[in-house]
């Protein structure tokens, strides 16, 4: 049976809407196609070296976008712990899979286990599954290489201030929010719990994100990515001072 659900229109109103009034946190475009701040100011807590972290929505195109900027090389992806099973085509190494609940084990206990266990510097609960980020991941980097995560913006609300970084969110969101329906549709799975989240996004991010880039549509899928991955190069330059200007 097909599961049936629409955005409500008022939701796609404000949608558009937070994509350009400045009293639901766009301060300015930013000179790049689709790019804006969202922040007033930088937020930094003193420290110079970079920690990027992108966000949005399922189906917004953020994991093509992550996956561009590491293979150019200047980018490494952290690892995040979690516990849901290990899809066919993941890595053994692509992650770190935390153990599985024991049978005598509650959930309220099992979960700040894990928080000890693996030192989970940031963790959250989707659909019974745990997500988080080992503090292990931050040996890993590599010196000259800009980390990278993926995580949800209540993730990123709870890493600002706890790591030796500077943090700057950036979040990929489609166009418009009958794009990003037509994008969850095409799943075919749970696409009522999906666009439920998907509704409330935007809405968690305000305050959150530092940049928004608005992943367009297009023919040409390649392209969308090259275009968003350069706007997020941009976007660190800016926030690093490497340069004090972005330009098409």
């Known amino acids: 049976m097909t599961e049936t659900v629409d955005f409500d229109q008022a939701v796609t109103a404000q949608y558009l809407q937070t994509l350009t009034d400045p009293d639901l946190g766009v301060v300015q475009p930013t000179g790049i196609d689709n790019?804006?701040?969202?922040?007033?100011?930088?937020?930094?807590?003193?420290?110079s070296r970079p920690?990027?972290?992108?966000?949005?929505?399922?189906?917004?195109?953020?994991?093509?976008?992550?996956?561009?900027?590491?293979?150019?090389?200047?980018?490494?992806?952290l690892r995040t712990a979690v516990t849901r099973e290990r899809?066919?085509?993941?890595?053994?190494?692509?992650?770190?899979?935390?153990?599985?609940?024991?049978?005598?084990e509650s959930f309220e206990d099992y979960v700040p286990a894990l928080v000890n266990e693996y030192g989970l510097v940031e963790h959250d609960v989707h659909n019974g599954h745990v997500y988080g980020v080992p503090s292990s991941s931050?040996?890993?980097?590599?010196?000259?290489?800009?980390?990278?995560?993926?995580?949800?913006?209540?993730?990123i609300r709870s890493l600002r201030g706890k790591l030796p970084f500077r943090l700057i969110g950036i979040m990929i969101c489609p166009e418009s929010a009958a794009s990003l329906e037509?994008?969850?549709?095409?799943?075919?799975?749970?696409?009522?719990?999906?666009?439920?989240?998907?509704?409330?996004?935007?809405?968690?991010?305000?305050?959150?994100?530092?940049?928004?880039?608005?992943?367009?549509?297009?023919?040409?899928?390649?392209?969308?990515?090259?275009?968003?991955?350069?706007a997020v190069q941009i976007a660190v330059a800016v926030e690093t001072g490497q340069t004090n200007h972005t330009s098409k």
């Open 35 to 47: 790019l804006y701040r969202l922040s007033a100011q930088p937020v930094s807590n003193g420290e």
């Open 51 to 77: 920690l990027l972290v992108i966000t949005g929505p399922s189906q917004s195109g953020k994991d093509s976008v992550v996956h561009a900027l590491v293979s150019g090389g200047n980018y490494s992806r």
């Open 87 to 104: 899809r066919d085509w993941e890595a053994p190494d692509a992650m770190v899979w935390m153990r599985q609940k024991g049978p005598d």
């Open 138 to 155: 931050f040996d890993e980097i590599l010196e000259g290489v800009t980390p990278i995560l993926n995580v949800d913006v209540r993730g």
């Open 182 to 230: 037509q994008r969850i549709r095409r799943l075919g799975t749970d696409v009522v719990g999906r666009l439920a989240a998907a509704q409330s996004y935007l809405q968690e991010a305000n305050g959150i994100i530092d940049y928004m880039f608005v992943n367009a549509d297009s023919d040409d899928p390649a392209s969308a990515v090259e275009r968003a991955s350069r």
